[in-house]
Structure formats: C-alpha cells, structure tokens
C-alpha cells in the first residue's frame, strides 16, 4: 500500500462509535474528495450495508487500536487477551463520557478529512501487513494463487486505483465482507480446495518450524473439531461462514506467535488486533443473520457447539462478550439463547456418560467473563435477567418446581440416584449381581463426576455472589433452595413435591464450600431471630424455652435502646443457610438410605420364611398365590438393591462426609461460643464446667435439630464410614458433646441428651471397630475426665421420667447405652476415683444403685420368663405326637410365638447381663453405699430372688437349644451374682439377708454351694466364703427366733399408710401432710422425688420428723415388752 498507516481519526487510539457492520469508505470520509472508485463503495459492500440495514442491526462500540500483546504468552493468555483486545473507548462509556466522544468526532470529521499515514515503521512495512492480512484471511486480490481465495471485487477497485482502500481497518473490512458474501451466496466452499499455504512451505523466511502451525490449519480446510458426538454444529451456510472467521481469529495468534517482535508494536500489533476485533463483529453478524436470513428464536445458537466442544479461538469469546455487552438487546439477543441452551442441554444429561461436563464448563466460562476496567460480569447479570432464574410458584410442589424450572435447576439437578434418573441405574447396576470392586471401582467414577459438577457449581455461584449486580438474586436463590424444600425434614415427606436427593447434595456440596473460609467472629448469632433473617424457625422446638418465652425475650430486645438488629451480611447468611441445607440434604438421605437397608432386611426375611415353608404349602391352593409373592417380592428386592447401589455411591463419598465434619466442627465452635464465651480452664474452646445455672437465651432459644443433626450425622457416619472422623475438626466436636452431657439442664428434651450419649457409646471399639483414637479422645478430654462420670450418673437416675408414652422402655436402651460407658470409664484410674468419689459424696449414687436394682429385677425377670417360654414351645415341638396333634394354625401362632419370645429373651438378655455386670465390678470397687438402711434390704431380696430363679426346683425350665444363640449363660449370671454377696459379706448385709423373708431359705444357699462346685464356677476357697456367709445368716434368724415379740394388734395411726407395717421413724410429708415411715418415702423417693399421694414434688430434705408420734410409739412398744 503506497499510503501506510493512516492518522484519521478512524486509526487512531480512540475508538469510535458505529455499526458492527464495518464502515464504507463513503461513511469513513464524506467530504474527502477522492476519485470515483474512493466516493462510492463497490457492489459488495453497499450489498452489506443494504443487508445490514436492512437487519435493523445495532450500533455499538467497536475497537479500532487496543494496547499492543508484548509476548506470544501474552497472546496466548485468556484474561491478558480479553483486557489488551479491549478499546479505550470502554473506560469512557464506563465513566460516562461516550457522548462527548461522539461529539469530539464529528468535529475532526468536518474540520479535516482523512488522510492516510505515509510514514513507515522501521521494522514494518505496508508490503509485510499487507502480506500477513492475505495469510490470516487466506485470500489474494493482486493475483490468483492455489494456496488463497482470489477475491474479484477487490482485485477489480485495485486495478481501477492503487489506492482502493483508505487504511488497513477498511482492507481487513472489505475483505472479510467480500469473503463471507463469496461463502453465504456460493454452493460450494473455495477455502477447502486450497493447496498448503506458505506457512508450511517456507518455515524459515518466517523463523518457525512447520511443527508449530500444524495444528492451526494450514491448509485451507476448517480447524474446527467436534468431538462430542452430541454437540455437533448445525449444517448451513452460517456455520461455513463462521468457521471461517474463526479460523482468521485464529491464526492472527499463528501470526504472533512465528513473528513475536514484529507482532507486538505498531503498526502490526494494531491491525492483527483489528483482524480478531473485525471477526468478532462480523461473527455477531452472521449469529443476527445480516449474510443469510434472520435467525429464527427457535433455532439452536450456533456458537453453542462450538462452546460445547471447546474449540473457540482462544480470547474470543471475552472478546465476543466485550464487543456486545454494551449493546444490551444486541448482548441479549446472542446470548439469552446460548443461557437457556446450555439448562435444556444438561437437563437430558446424567452421569452415565461425561457429556454433562460440557455445558457447566461453559456455563462457568461465560460467568468469569469480565469486563475491561471492571470487575462486572455482563454474563452473570444476563443470567439473572433470565425469567426461569428464579420463578415464583405456580404449586404446592416448590421444591420441585424449583429443580425443574429454574435456570440452575437441571445444574444441580444431576444426579446418580436411582429416584433422581434410571441412566446411571441402567448403564452401572442394571446387570444382577456386581463384584465388590467392580463396585468400588464404578462408584469412584461417578464420585469424581460429581465432585467436577459441585466444583463447577460453587465457581458458577461464586461469580453470581461476587458480581455486585447479581449478588442479592444469588441469595435469594440460595435461600429459596433452603425455604422450598424444608419439607424435606418431615419423617413421612412426598418427595415428588421436593426437589431430588442429587439436587439437594449438590447444593449442600457448593454451599459447603462458600462457607469454608466464614469467621466466625463476621457470623451475627441474633441473625436467626432477626426479622430480616431468610429462614424462619418460629414453628420449630427449641432447645430449652418456649414459644411465649421467645416472644416475651424478642419483645424485650425490641424494647432494648442498646440493641438494634444488624443488616444481614454475607458471612452470617451464608453460615446459616449452609447450615440448615445439612438439615434438609445429607440427613434426610441417610435416614432414607437407613430405612432402605431395614427394609431389605425384612423383605428378604420373609422371602426366606416363605421360601422354608414351601414343603407345607406347596401343595395347597394358597401356592400360586404364594409364588407369585415370592417372584414380586424378588423383583421389588432388585430395585431396592439397585437403589441401594446408586445411594451408595452417592452417599458415601469421603469428600462430602468430610466437608460436613468440618462445618459441624464450626458450628460446634459457634454453640460453644454462645454457652460460654469466658476463658478456659482446661483449653477447650473457650469452656469451663460447670456451665452457669441458666442457660444463655441465644443458645437456649436455637432450635433443638441443630443440636440433633450433629448426633445423627456422627451416628450415620460411625456405622458407615468412621474412617471419615480422623480429622481434626472431631476434637471441637466431642468437646461440645461433653458439655452438653455434663449440663443436662440447658436442654428441655432429654431424648436430645440420649442421643449424644448414644454417639459415646458408639465410639466405644467394642461396639465399632476403628474408633480406638475417637474414644481415647473422647475420655481422656480434660473435661470429661472430671465432669463425664457424675454427669452419666445423673442422666441414668433422671432418665426414669421422660414425660413419653414410651418412657418404660426407652430407659432401658439408654441405660445399656451408658452402662457400656461405664464399663470403659472404670477401667481408667482417672474415671474410676471420680466414680468412687461421687459414691461416698452423696445421695446421687444411691439414687443410681436404686434404678441399678430396679432394672435388674425388671430385665432378669422378663428374661427367665422368656426362656420359660421358650423351653415349653421348643419341648412341644420336639414331641413330634404332641406337635402333630396341634393344627396348622395352632403350629403357626407357636412359631410365631417362639420367634418373639427370642427375639425379646436376647434384647433383655443383653441388658440384664450388662447391669449385672455393673453391679459386680462396682460392689468389688465400692461398698459402703450399698449398705445403706434405704438400699441394702432391697438389695439382698433382688439377689436372693434371682438365686433361687437359678438354682431353685424350677431351674430346669431354664434350659433351651442353643442358649448362647440369646445369649444366655447360667454358670456367668450364677458367678456373677454369688461375686456380688461375697463383695458385700458384713455383718450388715448378712442381716439384710435375713430380713429377706420371701425368698431367702436355707435350702437355696446348699443348692447354689452344690452347683458352684459341681461345675467348678468358683474356688474352694470362695466357695467356703460363700459357706460362711450361710452361717452368719443362720445365726442372725436364730437368734431373731429366740428375740421375737408378738406386738399383737398395732394401732392404725402408729402404722406407715403405704406398707401397714409399725412405724420406726415417722416424718411429715408436706405436700400431702401424711404421716409415714422415713426408710418407707425413701425407698419410694429414690425412684420418683415426688410425693406418692398427690405426685406433687417431694425431695428428702422436705420431710419432717415427727418427734412427738416417735415417742409415743416407743412407749407403747415398751409397754408390750412388759
């Protein structure tokens, strides 16, 4: 080109404004002057103006000079591309000043017209531009060659004027218009015939090797790849069209790269820059239809596949966003279709093939798009203008509403769960049986694919939340996932009106890790009682007030000058919707996922029954009814068991479970902060027991499942995956949980406090294997070393009273639960002196030895009487006469019969065996308690009691098939029991012994001495202990035979109201004003502290001797002996 580099304003560094369609020369320089082929454009071009007019295409601000690429890394590199591609002109739209640009324009247009710049760079010339604009765009204009496209209209204004194009902007324009003009009206592509081009062909004028431009095209072909075979592009001529430009964005970077010197300074680096800028612009064209037809809104976007199979040009499409974000229907026109594309395009999609990664790759891509000068995400704000963002509800089924509708919905939506889609079911788990590993091995594929997708997904919100227009619908849509779906907690949900498991674990997933680096010092704990709080809890029971006291407390902040609610912060928001997204995600599932596995067991239970039976009715009518119960039941056993399979892979994903761990450790951290913000003792998380005596109103006013939730977490992942609480975050953990067990007052529901004792008793490595560190952990905490005993003492006597219908029988799970703690606790020096010391303190330990009793007579008597039971049917059915004489359904209610009665013998069993077994290691270690007036006789009468069940007459009808089978060992319990008298062999216990009338005889003492030596249960020398302790209770009785005094008729007053026995010790009840014996309202006070006419609430201190009563009843004793 004779000119060079032109000066006009139209090159210069400011941009100005005008239509994607690149300018005529006409339009460039009204007033210029110049010859005819300069004044009037050429047929071509006023063809695509006509076509872009004609299109109603929009103005925008299009990009004339960007700063120059200094590197080839430079040019290669996605965010420096997007920011030196980017124009001046941007800053000053931004800043508000395009107007005045516009105006400075017009003015040098009328003052001046264009010249171009005759001076020439040192290191270019207009030959070289001009020879590297004919390599990008692949064509030639001066000759007809093999390896370009001749363009004719071009080639026709040079030979008219050697001047045919004012600068090298309105060359790259002509061009590309000429080219995509020969493409959209031709039946056939010439760039596809072409030969090598001279890339390949003379490496070294250019200083590269062939190597290095292979993979860019050169030959004339499309470089464009579509590898997936799912995402393929549309066939047109729009498609044709594009490819072509997007080879020519392309190969500017090919440019760059074989020349990097000349490549990065003017006049080169602009118009290289000019080339990607004008294959943007005429790309959004072709997307408009300007060269073929008007695109119809239900046509597919055509930029999506080649999103989809990520193979833009690197830089294109930031440049794309940034030439079209200024024009908002332009903007939304090209990119409102490719947004709702890439939603449907992943709704058909599943984790039985990896072509879900593509589109939330892409859908990531276009969020962290910024714009030049800013942090705005143009894409993150269009994505938020969508009308499915967030649509309100048109039903009761929100949830799902939610899922299936709303733009992110099908994201989170992908699911492995067999409720969720049948691909993953179909393609993994639909064979029959699978190995172990090939198991392993399917589940650690599908655990990577959905730790991509949650990955993704919290990129995808995260830009959502940081973008400042888009961070308040962000939140609204994070708390709409939380709100629409809290019926997900209910025991009995309809989960078609929720939205899916998979949702709700990837949502959890990605909340997760937007709250991981929260400080809990930015989180504000009056947030959830705030009126501007997203979640309310005003229906939910609280940990220890009630719903009137909540409302009188917030009444009296309103009223408090010094308090004002705070506007809500992120931190704050996002801690506690995390928080009750835990709720309503992973421990729904796992109870779901726990009930699944009961219901397999049962169901291949009673296929195995009915399967055992088949010899008695195979013959009968009910048999084809029966098989075919049989082939339903097998078909629902699959599906449980393909269910279970998927859930599996889901649900016992390292990842997730120990993301959960690690927030339930901070929330810990926060609820320890609320009970107790002082300095520490023992350095704990700022806590020092005991706890003050009231509960502090911001921890006692939560709601109590955020306090369930942690036990039932650690309860599921302690039978499932206990490998998952090797973390440090468990320490916080058992902290909080050793505070809550040692202050059973700041929470109202003891089931609550059961439940976090059930955790200890969990951990125990006798119950579940690799828990030894979590245990250790757990009882030598510093805290617990000095508070743990007591407090589980306290729990087991106050757990006799629940206010539940089932109270009964509950107790007695919870004490086993406590009694194995105990059994642990005793082993350790530290535990035991405290429990030895809370032994000889107080009443505490007498209450405890009362419900100790209680239990074992209860438990041991209900299991000998199970075992009777059982003895009797399993001797009839041995008895093959007596059997046959029985009919079908006689035979039938027996077994069934029998079936429970084992079932109950082992559940009693192992509860009797285990209070037993606390009795004989705490009388070993401690026995003056024991020998108090209120407890002894009782405790002699239990033991004696359950002697004689052993070695009375009646012993025989103890011996069952199998007894181990219920865990049923005689010679242990014997041991055990005769263990406990010597324990306790005194003189006052020997005298408790003889006061036992119902069921101590001499007779019973031989039997037990001659068993114990028969099967060699004890020594010769305990044995001859036990002997001794027979004679000192034998010359108790005969001396009380020798003593005994016959008081004849004893008045009604001087007798106690509740045994009609001669009272000792008379005491005032208060409550009721009764009059009775105090051993009497103690003995009833150890089991319930009220009193037992009228149950108001009676405590030992409450009594009142009566002196007065005692001594008249002393006398009249006196006058009888006289």
Known sequence: MAGGQSSSPSTSPQAKTSTLSPTSPRDQSPASGQSGAQSSPSPVLQSMEDSASSSGTVAMTTESSPSPQSSEKQSMDTADSCEKSSQQSMADVDSGIETNMEVEEMEVKTESKRKRDVSISSDSSDKLITSAVCRICRV??????????????????????????????????????????????????????????????????????????????????????????????????ETTVLNYLLDCYERVALEERMAPRRSSSPPLSTVLAEIRNQSTCFAVLVMQGVFTEPRLSSSPPLLLPYLLNQNLPRGF???????????????????????????????KLSFDTDDYRQPILVLNELCEIKTSGSNARPICSLIVQQENWLPEPMTDAQGMELQKLSFLGPFFGLSVF???????????????QISSDSASLVNQSLRHGMEFVRVELYKVLHALLVNGDTREAAMNFTSACVVRNLKRAQMQADENMLAGEGFMLNFVAVMQHLAVKIKLDKVDPFYIYSPHSRINITEDSRLKVTSQEITKWLEELGKNPSHAWQDPKFPTECFFLTLHSHHLSILPIARKYQRRVRAMRDLTRIMEELQNTEPQWKLLPTASRNRELLNRWKSQANRLQRGKLCADAALFDENLLGRCLQFYGTFVQFLLKLVCPLPTRHGAIGVSLPLPKDAPMLFAALPEYYVEDISDFLLFVLQYMPQVLNDTSIQDIITFMVVVVCSPSYISNPYLVAKLIEVMFVINPNIQPRTEKLN???????????????????????????????????????????????????????????????????????????MLMNDTTFLLDESLDTLKSIHEIQDLMENSEEWAKESREQQQSRQRQLAQDERQCRSYLTLASET????????????????????????????????????????????????????????????????????????????AIANDERSYRKELFDDAISRLSKHVVKTTTEIEEFRLLQSKVEQILVQRNKSALDFGEIPEEFKDPLMDTLMADPVLVPPSGTIMDRPVILRHLLNSQTDPWNRQHLTEDMLIPDTDLKKRIEEWMKSKQK
């Not at 250019?206 to 470089?223: M, N, R």
């Not at 079209?324 to 990119?335: A, D, G, I, V």
């Not at 067999?418 to 029959?432: I, L, M, N, R």
């Not at 020998?931 to 025989?956: H, I, S, T, W, Y």
């Open 418 to 432: 067999a409720e969720d889609g049948t691909k993953v079911v179909d393609k993994h788990f639909s064979g029959g």
């Open 916 to 991: 037993v077994e606390m009795f004989h290691y705490l009388t070993k270690g401690i026995q003056k308690p024991f020998l108090k007036a209120e407890l002894v006789d009782r405790l002699a009468a239990m033991l004696n009691f359950n002697l004689q069940q052993l070695c009375g007459p009646k012993c025989n009808h103890l011996k069952v098939k199998t007894p181990k089978k219920y865990g049923w060992e005689p010679k242990k319990l014997l041991d055990q029991l005769t263990d406990i008298y010597l324990h306790l062999n005194c003189d006052e216990f020997a005298q």
């Open 140 to 237: 030639s204009w001066t000759e007809k060659s093999q390896e370009s496209v001749y363009l004719p209209e071009l080639g026709g204004a040079s030979e008219q004027d050697e001047q045919a194009y004012l600068d090298f902007k309105d060359l790259i324009s002509q061009i590309l218009t000429e080219v995509l003009l020969m493409l959209t009206t031709s039946n056939e592509n010439p760039f596809e015939s072409l030969k090598e081009s001279a890339y390949a062909k003379s490496p070294s004028k250019y200083g590269v090797s062939p190597t290095s431009i292979s993979s860019l095209g050169s030959l004339g072909k499309s470089v464009r790849q579509f590898p997936i075979q799912k995402f393929q592009p549309e066939k047109c001529k």
């Open 776 to 850: 250790e952990m757990l009882l030598m905490n510093p805290l617990a070393l000095e508070h743990l005993s007591p407090a589980l003492m306290k729990f087991y006597t106050d757990i006799e009273t629940t206010g539940s219908s089932n109270e009964f029988y509950d107790k007695f799970s919870i004490r086993y639960h406590i009694s194995i703690i105990f059994k642990t606790l005793w082993q350790i020096p530290a535990h035991r002196a405290n429990l030895i010391q809370e032994a000889m303190s107080g009443n505490q330990f007498v209450r405890f030895v009362n």
């Open 317 to 347: 499409l930031q440049e794309l966003v940034h030439v079209t974000c200024q024009q908002k229907h332009t903007f939304r026109e090209l990119f409102t279709p490719i947004l709702q594309e890439l939603s449907h395009t992943v709704r």
